[in-house]
């Protein structure tokens, strides 16, 4: 069975200890694909009454709905974690005009649930997302009946298109998942989403035609219709892929080994080493494996800013430069042995911050150290297009006043979650895992409700996250402090533990 040579192939791997880093090989990923499954047709999303106004920064776009471009890479670090020598030019021109957000948080460090967020502006306990749309997941397809970025922005009279990953369904219809099916965007209503489950999980496999078909898809809308276009980049997520690496051997010298490397997770919950297999690979990588696996991960970073190029390409020469905002994340980050892990799924800043630039020849380039969650994007693309108010009560935030220059009540606290133990399904996996996270300028307190265990960090003293200060009497007050605010929100947003 497809799913059961996937999970050997993921066993296979953590096993691999420190051969991983000379010649590391996922077997089996892309293969079970032999009937590619296309996106046909277009199911038309439900319309909600919109209340317009004047776009967030209309006065830099003519005063007429801006076009808008999300771009949302997969697995990419926030900005701090990535040597300043890596080679991106295209987004270091961007970066001219843009409005960098420092301090960027996904809502849980898992694809199919971060997004959720991005594109509903809820939750994943909120929105049902429990877990990623892949092998044998406990996830679930997003409602498409709920308010979302294409059906809000339609109901506003904008024309929406996809290309690349989704993530958010496994094909509407299907009680059994099929391995060859990623879902489809154009069944939320999205124009023309191109993608089979290779091009949506390798992206060395699908990002350049995905990046090809959204620059003809460009070229295609008129000047006087505003059109909102999500490119759905995979990389840099082929880093879990590594028998796709050209280069299995080579160093960079410019790489970085994470100051966290080798943690030994002493005093912190025992969730953290769930999986004998990982345990294994940890004690048996080795600084030439990782810094062969960074190298890798800094060689894919940077390929995707040939595609950047493409879209920018695409907008310039079809007139669209002056009167489209891009917005560029990720779903979120990437451990790269930082505490000796590898991927995502853990809570630390490394797979908890993400990179979020806002992009406009108008905007008076600088950074902002707000703190940004995932589920703000939704209400400020709204903003950004016209729209007051999102159609349903949701938390997520509307701070386009801050892309203007205006004072703004930002958040004191961020908060993320995983849901039912969801990582790689059959090889690190906990029935049960339940994990809640509140941090705000200073603190950090992580909760496993399954364990009644947790981790409580000065990022101040501590900004590597080492010295878990959670059973500490010395700290007492600052951890009933932030459960009780981890509490409020939970009561806010109806969320139930244990993670039901």
């Not at 966290?260 to 997770?265: E, I, K």
């Not at 294994?280 to 800094?298: C, D, P, Q, T, V």
């Not at 500490?472 to 459960?483: E, I, K, N, T, V």
Request: charged content about 20%.
């Amino acid at each position: 069975m497809a799913a059961d040579k996937i999970r050997l192939a993921r066993r296979q791997f953590l096993k691999a200890g420190a051969a991983l880093g000379a010649s590391a090989l996922l077997p089996g990923m892309h293969g079970g694909c032999t009937i590619p499954c296309y996106c046909q047709g277009v199911v038309e999303p439900p319309q909600f009454y919109v209340q317009h106004c004047t776009p967030a920064l209309g006065n830099l776009t003519g005063g007429r709905k801006p076009n808008i471009l999300l771009v949302i890479t997969d697995q990419e670090q926030a900005d701090c974690f990535l040597p300043s020598t890596l080679n991106r030019p295209r987004l270091s021109q961007w970066r001219q005009s843009a409005v960098h957000f420092t301090h960027t948080f996904c809502s849980s460090p898992l694809c199919s649930p971060s997004r959720s967020s991005i594109f509903t502006g809820t939750f994943p306990h909120q929105n049902g997302m429990k877990g990623n749309m892949i092998y044998g997941s406990r996830g679930r397809p997003l409602d498409p009946q709920l308010p979302h970025l294409g059906s809000v922005l339609k109901s506003a009279g904008y024309r929406i298109g996809y290309k690349g990953k989704w993530d958010l369904s496994k094909g509407l219809g299907h009680e059994d998942y099929n391995v060859n099916d990623r879902g489809c965007a154009s069944d939320y209503g999205f124009e023309g989403h191109y993608g089979t489950r290779t091009h949506q999980e390798i992206g060395l496999e699908g990002d350049g035609e995905a990046v090809r078909q959204a620059a003809s898809w460009i070229g295609q809308q008129r000047k006087d219709h505003p059109w909102f276009l999500v490119v759905g980049l995979v990389n840099p997520h082929d880093i879990q892929h590594l028998y796709l690496n050209p280069f299995p051997n080579y160093i960079r010298p410019d790489v970085q080994l994470p100051a966290s490397l080798y943690d030994d997770l002493v005093g912190k919950p025992i969730d953290q080493l769930r999986n004998p297999d990982l345990a294994h690979f940890r004690a048996n990588m080795g600084e030439s494996g990782w810094l062969k696996i960074i190298s890798y991960y800094y060689h894919l970073i940077e390929q995707t800013d040939t595609h950047l190029e493409t879209l920018h390409q695409a907008l310039q020469h079809n007139g669209f430069l002056d009167d489209t905002i891009i917005l560029y994340t990720s779903d979120h980050g990437e451990m790269a042995g930082a505490h000796g892990f590898p991927f995502k799924g853990w809570g630390y800043e490394e797979d908890l911050r993400v990179p979020l630039y806002v992009i406009h020849p108008g905007l008076e380039a600088r950074t902002s150290d707000s703190l940004v969650s995932g589920v703000d994007l939704a209400p400020t693309i709204a903003s950004l297009a016209g729209i007051q108010g999102w159609p349903a009560e949701i938390p997520g935030r509307d701070f386009s006043p801050i892309l203007r220059g205006l004072a703004h009540e930002g958040r004191d606290s961020i908060f993320a979650e995983f849901i039912d133990g969801e990582y790689i399904p059959g090889v690190v996996d906990r029935p049960g895992w339940c994990v809640r996270i509140v941090r705000n300028r200073d603190w950090k307190y992580t909760f496993s409700a399954d364990l009644y265990d947790g981790q409580l960090y000065n990022l101040n003293e501590d900004p590597h996250e080492m010295n878990n200060l959670f059973h500490d009497p010395a700290h007492l007050a600052q951890r009933q402090a932030l459960h009780m605010r981890l509490q409020q929100w939970r009561s806010q947003t109806g969320d139930l533990l244990p993670c039901a």
